[in-house]
């Protein structure tokens, strides 16, 4: 499984963002999609999380009220969306996937088998 992250870029405070994960080698139905993101000189952090089949999610507290996580298992593709930017979230943003079910533990990076590349999101006026 391949993963490629796409959507970030240089945005202004306050605007939104779509961030995409495309998969290829494998349908990425069989697997659970999070994201994370990784600020300079910090740990990497889950932020938000799908289960295969899209129904359930899961949010970093502090996430839940900007970040939404949708996929299109058709297109093979995870989404993130993020509204209300801040220069906090200025980070390389990851899709990762994993085999397993569930999401109770969705937000720990060491559960995941595959990576994505990232891409970088930077807010700033």
């Known amino acids: 499984l391949q993963l490629v992250e796409s959507g970030g870029g240089l945005v202004p405070p306050g605007e939104s963002l779509k961030l995409s994960c495309a998969a290829s080698?494998?349908?990425?139905?069989?697997?659970?999609v999070g994201w994370f993101r990784q600020a300079p000189g910090k740990e990497r952090e889950g932020v938000a999380c799908?289960?295969?089949?899209?129904?359930?999610?899961e949010y970093k507290d502090s996430a839940k009220d900007r970040f939404t996580t949708s996929r299109d298992n058709a297109k093979n593709t995870v989404y993130l969306s993020i509204t209300n930017l801040a220069p906090e979230d200025t980070a390389v943003y990851y899709c990762?996937?994993?085999?397993?079910?569930?999401?109770?533990?969705?937000?720990?990076?060491?559960?995941?088998?595959?990576w994505g590349q990232g891409t970088q999101v930077t807010v700033s006026s």
């Open positions: 799908i289960e295969r089949l899209g129904a359930d999610t």
């Open positions: 080698g494998w349908p990425l139905e069989n697997f659970l």
């Open positions: 990762a996937a994993q085999a397993i079910s569930g999401t109770a533990t969705c937000l720990i990076k060491e559960e995941y088998d595959y």
